[in-house]
């Protein structure tokens, strides 16, 4: 493959990257926070008050803004996007030993939390035009594989009932929820949504969040909003809503000095101290929003004169937050993804591979999967690159 060293130069596509980042730096992390409004008042406010833990006017406040921002009648505020999954899929009634859809290309929390109910994964290829989870092949796929039995989808091979699919909206790309809740609805399978990197996201011009019973959100430290540690499960259906409410936090009956809990019950509830840092990041949100898609359109203006490679963009039907900007390497460019990422962090520019995909982690190996060609492609050609909101304009 000679013509590669012709078509793909790694100093090339470093410029390239170089010339859409602030002049004054000298290095570039991956995706860093940014507290850069009310962050510092309202913590200090938290230790003034004493309202550090999880009671307190900042997680009601956290909650409400997001229902505002996302349209989504329920938000609840939780420790963290991976517990937030782990009380999605519980109220989903996925039980020991059932099986449950999720991506292949995603991040392992995706896995992890169908693993803490005693489910098990069963790993689903990815599309080209969403990164995401591929509604028609996973279509195809339980056409082959499942059966339907009392109403519910049974995976032939395994004996295992498919109770869930988590499809994962990946680097900020809405996956098409309209096509997979087709397949959720014709098979009975229940649908979650692993929004944790599509906060500002918005998928057929609604935020995303909408597509299935309940969906989940992070603000772990690299996301597009922080409060250190957190998460929050979001949903339209009022009931489960309150449900999950009382389950995330002990499952105490009210009572002014009874302890009596009608549930198995979590520790879940976002405190709020984290709460009042997500309140202030949460201002910021449309301007962070400006910012990532200013920076967005400049590396896709400088990759489209960048041979060898080319820079994502987001589906037609979807308004992207390019939490994470993404190049994607021709083919034939493909096996100097490593040089390339050598070479770009010698040169203190950031940047990574996608996770490794679930079925090569060795817990997962084992694990039902359809073939996953697509998913195994994007591997070997995605590379992120810095994405910080500080770096781009406000315009
Ligand atoms: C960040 C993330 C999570 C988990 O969130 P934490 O808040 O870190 O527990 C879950 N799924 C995906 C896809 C994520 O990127």
């Given at each position: 493959?000679?013509?590669?060293?012709?078509?793909f130069?790694?100093?090339e596509?470093?410029s390239?990257?170089r010339?859409?980042?602030?002049k004054?730096?000298a290095?570039?992390?991956?995706?860093?926070?940014?507290?850069?409004?009310?962050?510092?008042?309202?913590?200090?406010?938290?230790?003034?008050t004493?309202?550090?833990?999880?009671?307190g006017?900042?997680?009601?406040?956290?909650e409400?803004?997001?229902?505002?921002?996302?349209?989504?009648?329920?938000?609840?505020?939780?420790?963290?996007?991976?517990s937030?999954?782990?009380?999605?899929?519980?109220?989903?009634?996925?039980?020991?030993?059932?099986?449950?859809l999720?991506?292949d290309?995603?991040?392992?929390?995706?896995?992890?939390?169908?693993?803490?109910?005693g489910?098990?994964?069963?790993?689903?290829?990815?599309?080209?035009r969403?990164l995401?989870?591929d509604?028609?092949?996973l279509?195809?796929?339980?056409?082959?594989?499942?059966?339907?039995?009392?109403?519910?989808?049974?995976?032939?091979?395994t004996?295992?009932?498919?109770?869930?699919?988590?499809?994962?909206?990946?680097?900020?790309?809405?996956v098409d929820?309209?096509?997979?809740?087709?397949?959720?609805?014709?098979?009975?399978?229940?649908?979650?949504?692993?929004?944790?990197?599509?906060?500002g996201?918005f998928?057929?011009?609604?935020?995303?969040?909408?597509?299935g019973?309940l969906?989940?959100?992070?603000?772990?430290?690299?996301?597009?909003?922080?409060?250190?540690?957190?998460?929050a499960?979001?949903?339209n259906?009022?009931?489960?809503?309150?449900?999950?409410?009382?389950?995330?936090?002990?499952?105490?009956?009210?009572h002014?000095?009874?302890?009596?809990?009608?549930?198995?019950?979590?520790?879940y509830?976002?405190p709020?101290?984290?709460?009042?840092?997500g309140v202030?990041?949460?201002?910021q949100?449309?301007?962070?929003l400006?910012?990532k898609?200013?920076l967005a359109?400049?590396y896709?203006?400088?990759?489209?004169?960048?041979s060898g490679?080319?820079?994502?963009?987001?589906?037609?039907?979807?308004?992207?937050?390019?939490?994470?900007?993404?190049?994607?390497?021709?083919?034939?460019?493909?096996?100097?993804?490593?040089?390339?990422?050598?070479?770009?962090?010698s040169?203190g520019?950031?940047?990574?591979?996608?996770?490794?995909?679930m079925?090569?982690?060795?817990m997962?190996?084992?694990?039902?999967?359809?073939?996953?060609?697509?998913a195994?492609?994007?591997?070997?050609?995605?590379?992120?690159?810095?994405?910080?909101a500080?770096?781009?304009?406000?315009?």
């Amino acid at each position: 493959m000679e013509h590669v060293a012709d078509t793909f130069d790694l100093a090339e596509v470093s410029s390239a990257i170089r010339g859409c980042l602030p002049k004054d730096r000298a290095s570039f992390e991956l995706h860093e926070p940014w507290f850069n409004g009310n962050e510092k008042r309202y913590v200090d406010e938290c230790i003034e008050t004493g309202w550090v833990s999880s009671l307190g006017k900042f997680v009601d406040t956290l909650e409400r803004k997001l229902e505002e921002f996302t349209g989504v009648q329920k938000a609840f505020a939780l420790v963290n996007g991976t517990s937030a999954l782990h009380m999605a899929l519980k109220m989903t009634d996925v039980d020991f030993n059932d099986e449950v859809l999720v991506p292949d290309l995603t991040f392992v929390a995706t896995a992890n939390a169908v693993s803490y109910c005693g489910a098990i994964p069963h790993f689903v290829d990815s599309e080209t035009r969403t990164l995401g989870m591929d509604a028609a092949k996973l279509e195809g796929w339980l056409a082959e594989i499942s059966q339907m039995k009392n109403g519910a989808c049974f995976n032939k091979k395994t004996g295992r009932r498919i109770q869930a699919m988590v499809p994962m909206h990946t680097f900020g790309h809405p996956v098409d929820m309209d096509a997979l809740a087709i397949v959720g609805r014709k098979y009975n399978i229940a649908l979650i949504e692993d929004a944790a990197q599509s906060l500002g996201s918005f998928y057929k011009g609604k935020h995303t969040g909408h597509g299935g019973r309940l969906a989940i959100l992070s603000f772990n430290g690299n996301k597009i909003c922080s409060t250190g540690g957190g998460g929050a499960i979001l949903t339209n259906d009022a009931s489960l809503g309150q449900l999950t409410k009382h389950i995330a936090t002990t499952a105490k009956l009210p009572h002014p000095w009874a302890f009596e809990h009608d549930h198995i019950g979590y520790n879940y509830r976002m405190p709020n101290i984290n709460a009042a840092l997500g309140v202030a990041q949460l201002e910021q949100l449309p301007d962070f929003l400006k910012r990532k898609r200013a920076l967005a359109m400049r590396y896709r203006e400088a990759f489209s004169k960048v041979s060898g490679v080319r820079f994502f963009e987001e589906p037609d039907f979807a308004k992207s937050n390019y939490w994470l900007n993404v190049i994607l390497l021709d083919e034939e460019a493909k096996e100097k993804r490593d040089d390339l990422l050598n070479f770009l962090v010698s040169q203190g520019i950031k940047a990574r591979p996608a996770w490794k995909l679930m079925h090569k982690l060795a817990m997962y190996q084992d694990c039902p999967r359809m073939d996953v060609s697509v998913a195994e492609n994007l591997e070997a050609r995605l590379v992120n690159i810095p994405s910080s909101a500080f770096l781009g304009d406000e315009s």
